[in-house]
């Protein structure tokens, strides 16, 4: 819906109503862009007169206001102002959009573009997506298989948009069953019905260095050793660099 300057400007009987202090302050705004001013001469961008009472505000086209009480008793024409906001926007944006430079207006669409596409919701591509892993232990890209084979791959994050992400994710997978592997090696299971000492391993960021932690009662890592030898020896067999970068995926 498009607000009538011409019709505000020219009646005594009509009131904008603001419930809110944003509606009053885009409201002013497009008064003083329209040449228009308070009663005595002051600039609506100076001062909105939104008191405390600002879901009552109501302004006149003679440079007055009040509350929204004070002109239904009056008998105004009272137009709320949120039914009109989006659209002075929209008119105020396209006038902004004429005055710009074919270059300006070019950099603005493919400004536009990037952030829909960086904003857009995951999906497969089935032509240049790769998956994690392949029969020759590379990535590959995903075209040539199935859609439901894929879809699985899909939705367990065993694809990515460029062949650098899909080799972080294979690389992950692989140290991650190397730690699982080690951890089958302790003598006991995890037991989480008793005060059984588990150890896991952890980034310390201040020292650069992968080390072991230990707990009880609750689980911070997501592979567990009952023994803190044998995640000693998995440290040591896999080597701190593959934990760091691969594990932890931190680039040092």
Known sequence: MKFNWEEFKASDKIAVHCKTEEEAIDFCKQMHEHGMT???GQSYLENTC?????????????????YVKYYEKENY??????????KEKENSMNLELNNLTEEQKKQIIELAKKFEQENEVDKLDYVNDYEVASQSREVDVVRGYSTELMNDFF?????????????KIRRRLLVEKEL????????NPIDWKE??????VQYEGNINVVTIDDFVNYATANVYFTERE???????SIGQERLI????GIDK
Do not use: M, P
Request: net charge positive; proline share 0%.
């Open 38 to 40: 308070w009663i005595n």
């Open 50 to 66: 939104c008191t405390d009472r600002k879901e009552e505000t109501c302004y006149e086209a003679k440079g007055l206001y009040a």
């Open 77 to 86: 024409n009272i137009l709320e102002w949120s039914n009109y906001i989006n």
């Open 155 to 167: 939705n367990l994050g065993l694809t990515a948009h460029t062949k650098k992400e899909a080799e």
């Open 180 to 187: 699982r592997d080690w951890a089958k090696k302790c003598k």
């Open 195 to 200: 005060s059984q000492r588990k150890y896991y």
């Open 230 to 236: 044998v995640a000693k020896q998995a440290i040591e």
């Open 245 to 248: 970068r691969d594990y932890f």
